[in-house]
Each structure stands twice: as C-alpha cells, then as structure tokens.
Antibody, heavy 120, light 108 residues
Framework: QLQLLESGPRLVKTSETLSLTCTVS??????????WGWIRQPPGKGLEWIGS???????RYNPSLTSRVTTSVDTSKNQFSLSLTSVTAADTAIYYC????????????WGQGTRVTVYS | EIVMTQSPAILSVSPGERATLSCRAS??????LAWYQRKPGQAPRLLIY???TRATGIPARFSGSGSGTEFTLTINSLQSEDFAVYYC??????????FGQGTKVEIK
C-alpha cells in the first residue's frame, strides 16, 4: 500500500522559506510513471495545486506561485520536497503531498497533510 | 484559470439516504473531472475520475456523472463513514489544475 508522509516545520516566520518533505513508502519514486505533487488548503478555503515534479526532475508549477516555488526529488531517499520563499500569512495552510497519474492530472494517493502556520 | 464551484456548501443527509453533490466548471472541461473525499486527520481519497470512473476500491454506491461544465457526485444509501467533505477537481486545462471549495456532507 502506497503511503505518503509530509514532514517539516509547523511554524515559519514571515518572509522566510517554507520547506517540506514528502517521504514515499510502498513504491519507488525512481523511474515511476507518476508525478509527485503538492496541494494546499488555507483555512476556510478550497484546495490549491502548488506544483508537481517527475522522478527525472521535470517540474510544473501553479502560475500564481511559480516565482516563489521550487520542488525537488531525491530518489535515493524516496522523497520529494517543496520550497516556498518569502512566505506571508496567506501561505498558512494544510499542505498535502500526493501522487499524480502520469497521463492524467488526477491525484490518486495523498498524504494526510501537515499544518503550517506563518507568523510575524 | 478554470473556476470550480460546488453546491451546496453543506448537505445534511440521514444515514441510508442519497446524497447528490454538484460541481460546475467556469469553462468546458470535457469529462476531465475528479472527485475526492476528505475526512478530518486523514489523507484525501480519490473517488472518481473521468467524471464517472470509480477509482480502485471505491464502493459502487459512489457514482459520478456529467460532462462539459456540469457534474454530479451521487452517494446512494449513505453509510456512517461517508460523512466527510467532498471536492471536485478539473484536469482538462492546466496549469493550474483547480479544485472546488468543497461540499460537507453531514448527518441530519
């Protein structure tokens, strides 16, 4: 059974960088025919796709965040990561990592999410 | 960006009854629509993709329909474990893929 688990700081100071890691178990990221993505949900709002990355490092980002987002993959650790710079209170959210089907923009497995709060 | 609008925001249903959730896209997304279920503290779960194809392991009481801009998720004979928040997502036009705001199905 595929499992994804987000990890990283729960509190991030305004203007600093939010960094999260997703550890995948039950399947190998390397060479897999999937993308690995990040989605978030701010309090009281809907889900927002942040970005996705393949095991070879090809990344796609939400245009609204592309100037601040970077994703990376570490196949040796079976992990992928998210970096979001210059955070503000608007970046406070539950952050989910998920697996995306290769040919469809459908997320078939998700982590349970980690709540990140940006404080000043 | 395609905007996804779900209705109602909250749906009160008695166990054993049917729940009908709606999702509307601001532009034609063909049949490229998925539904997800999210329970507190749990990972969201893919229910439906391709507007009507159930994901692996999803019970037959969950069904999806629609195309273009209007979609429906129907849950027949609601079970206790079905009370959750449901989201639709379009994957026809990207970036970005976009989600609805969610419909909370609560016990009546």
């Amino acid at each position: 059974q595929l499992q994804l688990l987000e990890s990283g700081p729960r509190l991030v100071k305004t203007s600093e960088t939010l960094s999260l890691t997703c550890t995948v178990s039950g399947d190998s990221i390397s060479g897999s025919s999937y993308y690995w993505g990040w989605i978030r949900q701010p309090p009281g709002k809907g889900l927002e796709w942040i970005g996705s990355i393949s095991s070879s490092g090809t990344a796609r980002y939400n245009p609204s965040l592309t100037s601040r987002v970077t994703t990376s993959v570490d196949t040796s650790k079976n992990q992928f990561s998210l970096s979001l710079t210059s955070v503000t209170a608007a970046d406070t959210a539950i952050y989910y990592c998920a697996r995306r089907m290769w040919t469809l923009g459908v997320f078939d497995y998700w982590g349970q999410g980690t709540r990140v709060t940006v404080y000043s | 960006e395609i905007v996804m609008t779900q209705s109602p925001a909250i749906l009160s249903v008695s166990p054993g009854e049917r729940a009908t959730l709606s999702c509307r896209a601001s532009r034609d997304v063909s049949g490229n629509l998925a539904w997800y279920q999210r329970k507190p503290g749990q990972a969201p779960r893919l229910l439906i993709y391709g507007a009507s194809t159930r994901a692996t392991g999803i019970p037959a009481r969950f069904s999806g329909s629609g195309s273009g801009t209007e979609f429906t998720l129907t849950i027949n004979s609601l079970q206790s474990e079905d009370f959750a928040v449901y989201y639709c997502q379009q994957y026809n036009n990207w970036p970005p893929w976009t989600f609805g705001q969610g419909t909370k199905v609560e016990i009546k």
